[in-house]
């Protein structure tokens, strides 16, 4: 009898001592019959049903040694969890270049070949896919909180997420199902440490990007706090990257703790409400019955609850308030046991479920980009990253489905 490791592709859930209590993490195996790189014409149907398993029972799938791969196959292998969605990225075609939008910081690229797939990293690159010149920045937590680490504590290899998102601008398109990112070139670099409100540290590789599940997430509040999030809509704030632009976070990455400091509206982007995005609080996801708690803190503007008992309505408008409320809720993962922080590998292709988890960047490799005496920078402490997102043709849904649910996935005018 072949073994499933001759007969097609498997996957395996992480070892318990990397996925602790956090419910994700899974690596793929292609098989011995499939080539050494990811072909989606060589996939069987049952091939590609097991794809769809191993992800939406675990929320983050690595494929290893995937050096080489095309790209046209992310945008193609993102269709397959998600038929519906778009050839456009997810956060447009000027994101990354109009300076009102906080996304342009890390001057990231997109390749010629396939525009649906970003580059992002650390570091400049010359000639690479067609583009004479490309530099990426990675940003870190000093460029966004309101207390970041200390020098001292930076000195030490501290580090801490940037801020915890789903990739989505939450203005004209709707979040897709799965974000796809390809390791080209991983720094060679010291782990650096996180630590967490009850003292705990861990240890994670620099630039990791780190993951938490919206199904524990969801488990972890009270059941009062459970109750609320069912019966709930979260309005995000217009423009709502360009609103928080020059906004600081707290430690954790999760909200904005201060007042003052949002675009006005007549600063931004021209925008209608038409085209804000407005989403249930708990999604309903594919392929688990499990309720998935999927709010962004720092661009919540609105909440808009049912009373069962009565059918009615209450908003709560007070943007200080709102992101007060959810960040009550949301701050109970952020504990070393919860966070999966995948540590990177060249050639790594992996496969997270956009609207299964919130994720961040994490890792202080700025410092790594000084130039030496011969003005060059090692190209060992470089980090270069693809990365496709697209917009989905379709709105998340509502766990639970009530009248008066806006599953529109935008603000009804």
């Known amino acids: ?104 910081a890390y001057k990231a690229g997109r390749l010629p070949c396939a525009p649906q797939v970003g580059i992002i990293g650390s570091g400049t690159f010359k000639n690479y896919q067609g583009i004479p010149e490309l530099e990426v920045i990675h940003l870190d937590h000093t460029a966004f909180h309101e207390t970041p680490l200390t020098q001292e504590k930076l000195d030490a290899g501290y580090t801490r997420p940037y801020r915890w998102h789903m990739d989505t601008p939450f203005y004209e398109r709707l979040p897709g199902d799965v974000t796809i990112l390809h390791a080209v070139q991983v720094p060679q670099l010291p782990d650096q440490t996180i630590s967490f409100p009850d003292g705990s540290e861990e240890q994670i590789a620099a630039g990791a990007t780190a993951f938490f599940s919206g199904a524990r997430a969801f488990e972890l509040l009270t059941p009062e706090q459970q109750e609320f999030a069912l019966n709930t809509t979260v309005t995000y704030a217009p423009q709502a990257y360009e609103y928080i632009r020059h906004c600081k976070a707290t430690e954790d990455g999760m909200t904005i703790p201060t007042m003052g400091r949002e675009t006005k509206a007549e600063d931004m982007s021209p925008w209608s409400w038409d085209k804000v995005a407005e989403h249930p609080m708990v999604w309903r996801n594919p392929g688990t019955d499990r309720p998935f708690l999927q709010v962004h803190g720092c661009c919540v503007y609105r909440l808009t609850t049912r009373d069962p008992s009565t059918g009615n309505f209450s908003v709560m408008d007070d943007v200080e308030q709102v992101r007060a409320t959810v960040y009550a809720m949301q701050r109970r993962i952020w504990q070393a046991g919860h966070i999966y922080a995948h540590r990177w590998e060249e050639g790594d292709l992996v496969v997270f479920h956009n609207r299964g988890v919130m994720h961040s960047i994490t890792g202080q490799l700025a410092q790594y980009q000084k130039k030496d005496a011969e003005d060059e920078v090692d190209d060992t402490k470089k980090r270069l990253m693809w990365q496709c997102t697209m917009t989905s043709g379709t709105a998340p849904k509502a766990f639970r489905n009530y009248d008066g649910v806006n599953e529109t996935g935008f603000v009804r005018v």
């Open 1 to 104: 009898m072949p073994s499933r490791e001759e007969t097609g592709l498997w996957f395996e859930p992480l070892p318990a001592d990397i996925r602790k209590q956090s419910d994700i993490g899974a690596e793929v195996h292609l098989g011995a019959l499939s080539p050494p790189i990811l072909d989606l014409a060589t996939l069987t149907e049952a091939d590609k049903d097991t794809l769809r398993q191993a992800l939406f029972e675990n929320q983050v799938i690595a494929i290893r040694n995937q050096a080489g791969i095309d790209p046209k196959t992310l945008p193609a292998l993102a269709r397959l969890f998600d038929p519906t969605a778009s050839d456009i990225h997810s956060a447009g075609e000027k994101a990354v270049s109009d300076p009102r939008n906080i996304l342009s």
